[in-house]
């Protein structure tokens, strides 16, 4: 009975390289959203996905960052090029539905930009 | 458009009390809110949902929330705080639309830090 896996916990990158930040959705889930959250801050939505589609991406940054969730495999949240600034937790939830569904939070990847 | 806005963002008290945390939202049509735990370098555990059936929601670990449409408030309350409370609490809304449907983007709220003093 595994929850939201979020790989890896922790990842260390040097300014002007890419992150690339993974998400495994619970069983039976279809629905993924990525959250950022900045130290002193709350969480902001970033991005929903449902399997190959993005439904919504509001919350994304115009440059720089991508999601996908493709058929096979997990959710990746990518990030080219990172700045001081991109240094977060990025937490991924999932859902049965995009409806009154509560959203399942994986543990987050905490992103370190050197 | 949504938002929360969470009334403390630090609360202290002492173990055995009661415990009040204060969040107010606004929303176009018809939300959903939920209450979420997060302990220190951890993720966000679901404490409670209020999804327009009973305003009294009762959660995990002792926890509750009422739903007041007239104050667009979403209290969490717990009639005897505990050690293991001690936590970040976040208040979060989902919006829907005009015909219920909720699109599942969250809302949240900056944040209470609660502390629980032995």
């Known amino acids: 009975n595994a929850g939201v896996m979020q790989n890896p916990r922790h990842l260390v990158r040097r300014r002007g390289q890419e992150a690339r930040l993974r998400c495994s959705p619970m069983?039976?889930?279809?629905?993924v959203y990525w959250y950022r959250q900045l130290p002193e801050e709350g969480l902001k939505f970033m991005v929903y996905?449902?399997?190959?589609?993005?439904?919504?991406e509001s919350g994304m940054p115009k440059e720089r960052f991508s999601a996908e969730f493709p058929k096979e495999g997990p959710s990746i949240l990518r990030i080219q090029q990172v700045v001081r600034g991109d240094s977060a937790a990025y937490f991924c939830a999932s859902s049965q539905t995009g409806a009154t569904q509560p959203q399942h939070f994986g543990d987050g990847t905490r992103l370190s930009i050197l | 458009a949504q938002s929360v806005t969470q009334l403390d963002s630090h609360v202290s008290v002492s173990e055995g009390t009661p415990v009040l945390l204060r969040c107010n939202y606004s929303?176009?049509?018809?939300?959903?809110l939920f209450w979420y735990v997060q302990h220190p370098n951890k993720g966000l555990q679901l404490l409670l949902k209020y999804t327009s059936a009973a305003t009294l929601v009762k959660g995990i670990n002792g926890f509750e929330a009422e739903f007041k449409k007239s104050e667009t408030s979403f209290h969490l309350t717990k009639p005897s705080a505990h050690m293991s409370d001690a936590a970040e609490y976040f208040c979060v809304v989902s919006d829907g639309d005009a015909g219920g449907t909720s699109y599942g983007k969250l809302t949240f709220g900056q944040g209470t830090i609660l502390t629980v003093h032995p």
């Open positions: 069983k039976g889930h279809s629905h």
């Open positions: 929303s176009s049509y018809s939300p959903s």
């Open positions: 996905l449902q399997k190959e589609n993005i439904i919504d």
